[in-house]
Every structure is written in structure tokens, then in C-alpha cells.
Nanobody, 129 residues
Framework: QVQLIESGGGLVQAGGSLRLSCTASGRAFINCAMAWFRRAPGKEREFVAAINWSGGTRIAYTDSVKGRFTISRSNSMNSVYLEMNSLKPEDTGVYYC?????????????????????WGQGTQVTVSS
């Protein structure tokens, strides 16, 4: 069983920055993939960013965050981070960390919530205009 703990959400003005963290426990931090999804008020959960480090590192972003968000990982900390810059009100939502208990998944699978086996409880990000 993998446990995911997110932190770093909060309230920020448009144009500001936040850094989300997700720490995984219960499994070795190898041959796996992790991602961030978000759910805006009244909307479906959507893919934000993912990182897969089995057989080389692959990273994917949804188009709306490219150039503003950066996903990264720390093996020593069993953690994945989401650096969010130039935040916009439309980035508001609950951000969820997700963990895929296998490596080598395709980029398409990395973008799908169905590709992940474990989920965190979420952290709220609110961007005011």
C-alpha cells in the first residue's frame, strides 16, 4: 500500500507562485510514475503534469500550464514537486497527487487518471484576481 501526502497549497494572488509537494511512502521509489491532477469548482478532474522515471525520465504537461509549471522529483525524499509560477485564477482547484505502481507507462497513460493506482487527499490552491 502506498500513502501519498500532499502539501504546499494555499491562497495566492494572480501572477504569484506556489510549490506543491507530494511524499510517497510504503514502496521503493523506483520504476513508477507520479502525476498531479486538479479539480476546479464544478468541473471534472483534469491532468496537470506527470513524471515517469523508468528507463529514462519522461515528463508531460497539459497545454494550459506549459511554460508556467514544472514537475520534478527527489529520489532521496521519495517526493515529487510541482512548481507553479505566473498563477492564474483558472488554476484554482484541489490538486491531487497520483502514483502509478509500475514503470514504462506511455505518455498517453501518464495523462489519464486511469493510469494511476494511488491518490492523495488533495491540497487546495486558490488564485485570486
Amino acid at each position: 500500500q502506498v500513502q501519498l501526502i500532499e502539501s504546499g497549497g494555499g491562497l495566492v494572488q494572480a501572477g504569484g507562485s506556489l510549490r506543491l509537494s507530494c511524499t510517497a511512502s510504503g514502496r521503493a521509489f523506483i520504476n513508477c510514475a507520479m502525476a498531479w491532477f486538479r479539480r476546479a469548482p464544478g468541473k471534472e478532474r483534469e491532468f496537470v503534469a506527470a513524471i515517469n522515471w523508468s528507463g529514462g525520465t519522461r515528463i508531460a504537461y497539459t497545454d494550459s500550464v506549459k511554460g508556467r509549471f514544472t514537475i520534478s522529483r527527489s529520489n532521496s525524499m521519495n517526493s515529487v514537486y510541482l512548481e507553479m509560477n505566473s498563477l492564474k485564477p483558472e488554476d484554482t482547484g484541489v490538486y491531487y497527487c497520483a502514483f502509478a505502481d509500475r514503470g514504462g507507462i506511455t505518455v498517453a497513460t501518464m495523462r489519464s487518471s486511469a493510469g494511476y493506482d494511488y491518490w492523495g487527499q488533495g491540497t487546495q490552491v486558490t488564485v485570486s484576481s
